[in-house]
């Protein structure tokens, strides 16, 4: 045992945790959940991946490190015309899917062939938002945000994983010295509250389709990739069966999808945590340790974000999703022959499209693969 383990864990957990609990927060204010059923919401996802990580990593000896689907969050957070038991309907029904992927190998196959620039132009149109309405909110608060958006770009160039964090910490304590904030509430243990689920159409084509194909292409695959780079060799299935089975048990008490992590996978995988690969799976409880700290204070941690400036919520959630964005728009645009597919997928996500009441990331993922589809048939 070293010291770097539980360092490197609990860095890892703080800054998956600070640095995207603002974009949980807007997912769950864009499907009208009340800040009980937010909490609850919070400590299960946090429970769920408490244990995905204790189990996984104990079982296989492996640094597997878990994370709720950011991507997927700003999917929900971006959509319209969708009420919380719909969401838990959707989380149901992206829970199955998962567990049926892991199960059975040709469905993560089939997911793998799914082009990587139509999937990344996806994705790219559910982030745009948050990028642009983080910088929508600089008339409403110049004096706030102009300085916080000014330290997250000079922060990210020496610690890019803790620039979204600073920004947060930071601004939260500006905005309670400038006396944006009223002030902080009465701590409190968090409760879990059953949210009955809805199933609709609408909400399975335009909601849970689009969540397991934008967790499955840019978290389960990409955590996969962690791991392969670090010198592992994992088993797909059994890992994404398991995150699958706890999304589906933490999902009636709001809980969004829950999968393999990439970014706090990479901090925990890297030789700095131990030059034996085989000693780093004591990252995976510390950093389960951690995530049940914040499932018992979830509550209260929802409570003070309740309180901040709606202007430095927005701020903290497009700043978390940038470098996320710029990714996924340089994977789009890299192979010539299909930028025109991930440009059109792209623009018919990002146009907030509702046909027949199912939302633009369905339509934007139909209409770069029919595009796709006909470049194919020319060339042929």
């Not at 916080?148 to 979204?164: E, M, W």
Request: net charge positive; aromatic share 8%; charged share 10%.
């Amino acid at each position: 045992m070293r010291i770097s383990i539980p360092i490197s864990a609990f860095v890892a957990a703080i800054v998956g945790f600070g640095g995207t609990l603002a974009v949980v927060i807007a997912a769950a204010k864009a499907v009208g959940a009340t800040q009980v059923e937010t909490a609850s919401w919070v400590t299960a996802l946090c429970l769920a991946m408490a244990i995905e990580c204790l189990w996984l990593s104990w079982r296989t000896k492996m640094p597997v490190i878990t994370a709720w689907s950011t991507p997927g969050l700003a999917l929900i957070a971006a959509s319209s015309g969708f009420t919380v038991n719909d969401a838990v309907g959707a989380f149901i029904v992206t829970a199955i899917l998962l567990i049926a992927t892991g199960l059975f190998k040709p469905l993560t196959q089939l997911i793998a062939r799914i082009p990587a620039s139509v999937a990344s132009g996806m994705l790219a149109g559910i982030l745009v938002s948050f990028a642009t309405g983080a910088v929508k909110t600089i008339p409403a608060d110049p004096w706030l945000i102009l300085p916080l958006i000014g330290a997250f770009f000079v922060i990210r160039l020496f610690n890019p994983a803790l620039s979204v964090l600073a920004v947060l910490i930071g601004g939260g304590f500006a905005a309670f010295l400038t006396g944006r904030v009223g002030g902080l509430p009465t701590p409190e243990l968090s409760t879990l509250t059953l949210i009955a689920p809805h199933f609709s159409t609408a909400s399975i084509i335009g909601l849970a389709l689009p969540l397991y194909l934008v967790t499955m292409a840019s978290q389960n695959l990409s955590g996969l990739a962690v791991l392969r780079a670090a010198g592992y060799h994992p088993e797909p299935g059994p890992l994404i069966g398991v995150t699958g089975l706890f999304s589906l048990l933490s999902a009636p008490f709001g809980a969004s999808t829950t999968n393999l992590a990439a970014i706090s996978a990479a901090i925990c995988t890297g030789p700095d945590v131990h030059p034996d690969p085989a000693e780093r799976w004591k990252t995976g409880p510390f950093y389960a340790l951690a995530y049940l700290i914040f499932a018992i204070f979830g509550a209260s941690l929802v409570a003070i974000f309740a309180v901040l400036p709606q202007s430095l919520i927005v701020l903290v959630a497009g700043l978390a999703l940038m470098a996320p964005l710029a990714n996924a728009l340089s994977i789009a645009l890299k192979e010539e022959g299909e930028r025109m597919a991930a440009t059109v997928t792209f623009a018919v996500t990002a146009s907030g499209l509702t046909l027949f009441g199912v939302g633009a990331a369905f339509w934007g993922l139909v209409a770069g693969l029919a595009v796709l589809f006909l470049e194919m048939l020319k060339k042929k």
